[in-house]
């Protein structure tokens, strides 16, 4: 068991990678934490992987919502007494062209996919220097790194969350508490599926596997992050895309 005793908070853990990451953290032995502002979803996922006898409760969150945000992590330490992991994985996307994107679009995909990620982190980090130990995994996306195609909100969001990391690795590595990204590749949820079947046809074409990612590819590296055996990484973008574009 690679997560035994480790209270885990995986934010957007009701769909998609947060769910698969729920999943198999808890395969691991952690006490998750669903974070996540679908409750319906949420607790449908609840009770499915509390019937496989794993250790996961769902909380409504919103993570652009400071109030909301400490009522999930003070109930979480309420729970558990500590946090010991942090994924920051909840996001969304409101795709257009530069000339077509309202303000509006720009907004939304900032609050949750950036000051979502600066809410939770800011809130949960107190916890863990109490403790002198962390891990914070952040979400960023191949979008971030390379740019993408009528995402300019969402590509910003991914690029920043980059420098988060890098600068919460600098400001925490020395107190016990390890940062790091993934920037996953094109995987197959929700937010790809809404995409036109030419636009799929194209990502996976690019991707040297051939494949899109599946969620629980995204999920096992999480699961590194969040284990000692990444505890000498530091600072680190995890690119998990099939070997998109190198
Ligand atoms: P998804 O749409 O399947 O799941 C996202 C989850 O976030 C949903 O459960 C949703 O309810 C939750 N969420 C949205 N707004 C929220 C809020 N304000 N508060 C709390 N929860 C909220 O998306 P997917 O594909 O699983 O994405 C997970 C992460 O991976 C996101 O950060 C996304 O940007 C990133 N990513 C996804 C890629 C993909 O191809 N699917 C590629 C690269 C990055």
Redesign the pocket.
């Known amino acids: 068991m690679r997560l035994e005793n480790k209270v885990a908070i995986i ?9 698969a990451a729920c999943e198999r953290f808890a395969e691991e032995g952690a006490s998750v934490i669903m ?4 409750e319906a ?2 607790k449908e996922q609840e009770a499915l992987l509390k019937s496989k006898e794993l250790d996961v409760t769902f909380l409504q ?5 400071r109030q909301s945000v400490s009522n999930l992590v003070e109930e979480t330490v309420k729970k558990f007494g500590k946090i010991d992991v942090l994924i ?6 409101q795709d257009a062209t530069l000339l077509k994107m309202k303000p509006e679009q720009f907004q939304d995909v900032l ?3 950036l000051t ?1 990620v600066f809410n939770c982190t800011q809130t949960v980090v107190p916890y863990m220097l109490e403790n002198g130990t962390g891990k914070i995994i952040n ?5 971030g790194v390379y740019g993408n195609f009528g995402q300019t909100n ?1 590509a910003a969001t ?1 690029a920043a969350v980059v420098g988060m990391t890098k600068t919460w690795a600098k400001e925490f590595g020395r107190k016990g508490i390890n940062v790091n990204a993934v ?10 599926e809404k995409m036109p079947r030419k636009v799929i046809d194209q990502m996976k074409a690019a991707v040297s596997l051939q494949r ?2 599946k ?1 629980r590819d ?1 999920a096992n590296a999480y699961l590194f992050l969040a284990s000692e055996e990444s505890d000498y990484v530091h600072g680190h973008v995890l690119h998990v895309d099939g070997g998109i574009m190198m």
């Open positions: 934010t957007g853990g009701a769909n998609g990678i947060g769910l974070a996540d502002f679908d979803a949420g969150v919103d993570v652009v919502d920051n994985n909840a996001g969304i996307t609050n949750v996919n979502g979400t960023s996306s191949v979008s969402y991914k920037a996953p590749g094109f995987t197959a949820t929700a937010m790809v899109l990612g969620p995204i």
